[in-house]
């Protein structure tokens, strides 16, 4: 990448490449609800493992749709194998890294639905990236790239969400 300029090139490269997380992190929340992933343990704190907000179907579907847009990748690259394991990687990452997220808010004593700018917003990035990490070896600038654009991409679509009544918070 220049470092002079961000390339348009090189910003449509890294969300093709995020595509599988980005919409693995959506489907989580679209197709989500039903039983929570830590299956309501509470940890000597007194808080929530993960809390109400990830749950089993979430992560099934998110993780599925990850799978099909690697797929889709797959198939329009030539190599269906490195667009399986790097969906798979992506999407489950995703949810992954949503759900650590929402361990490390509930040991900072954040509540469900409450921010944590930053973490809210790149939890997912980073398990994404870390999981496909043996695999894909990006720039550090592809890195700051992918988190820059995140960052627009995540607020954007969680304003969105919010103004469809998808979610109980802009944020």
Known sequence: MNTDIINIIDVL????????????NISGLVFGGGKPLDMGITLADGRRLIGDGVTWR???????????????????????????????LLGFGALMGDAAGSFIKRRLKIDRGRPAPILDQLDFVFGALILVSPIVV????????IMLITLVLHLSANIIAYLLGMKDVWY
Not at 13 to 24: C, D, K, R, T, W
Not at 138 to 145: H, K, S, V
């Open 138 to 145: 990006l720039p550090i600038d592809y890195i700051i790239l």
């Open 58 to 88: 979430g992560t099934a579907a998110g993780t599925f749709v990850g799978l099909v847009v690697g797929i889709i990748q797959g198939l329009l690259s030539g190599s269906i194998i490195i667009g399986v394991i790097t969906g798979l």
């Open 13 to 24: 490269y890294v969300i093709y490449f995020m595509l599988p997380a980005y919409m693995a």
